[in-house]
């Protein structure tokens, strides 16, 4: 599997043990952010951005400016639902402006917060990336079980933009 163009598949991840570690470990406030990275492979400054269109009944992100649709787990949609804020949050994080009618804690602080808790929990840290990647891993591994490598990879490509070249 190392020699599969899927550059992803090498860098370190979270198991799922440690993910339940890291997520007691940190403040409830930043449980959402965590299951949206974890479970849908989103980098923290789109989930600063989720958002919902009640014209097309969809959830999407912006990436590079373009609005991109995701399709989020039941469970997840009734915990965003929850933080819904009748005026737009805005959010001010490495010098960009987010807006979004959800109040998710996905900037800085979740960072921080995550590589504190990782510290304390590990002796180490391997970053918020480290939770794409470890969305990546599972993604890969659950879908080409019925679809070939290449084919998956096409499909995580499309989905996660960057992090699977």
């Not at 994080?93 to 921080?112: I, K, M, P, Q, V």
Request: glycine residues 4%; proline residues 3%; positive net charge.
């Amino acid at each position: 599997m190392n020699n599969m163009p899927y550059r992803y598949l090498d860098h370190p991840s979270y198991t799922d043990q440690q993910l339940a570690l890291l997520k007691a470990e940190m403040n409830e406030k930043y449980h959402i952010a965590f299951d949206l990275a974890v479970r849908c492979g989103l980098r923290l400054f789109e989930i600063a951005t989720l958002d919902y269109d009640q014209c097309n009944n969809e959830y999407f992100f912006l990436r590079k400016g373009i609005k991109v649709q995701i399709k989020l787990p039941e469970d997840l949609i009734q915990k965003i639902e929850k933080n819904k804020s009748e005026l737009p949050v805005i959010t001010h994080d490495h010098n960009c402006e987010f807006s979004s009618y959800y109040a998710l804690n996905a900037g800085r602080s979740f960072a921080t917060t995550l590589s504190n808790a990782s510290h304390t929990l590990f002796g180490y840290s391997l970053g918020t990336n480290a939770l794409r990647v470890t969305y990546s891993h599972k993604a890969f591994h659950r879908l080409a079980q019925f679809q070939s490598p290449q084919k998956v990879i096409a499909k995580l490509k499309a989905q996660l933009g960057s992090l699977a070249k």
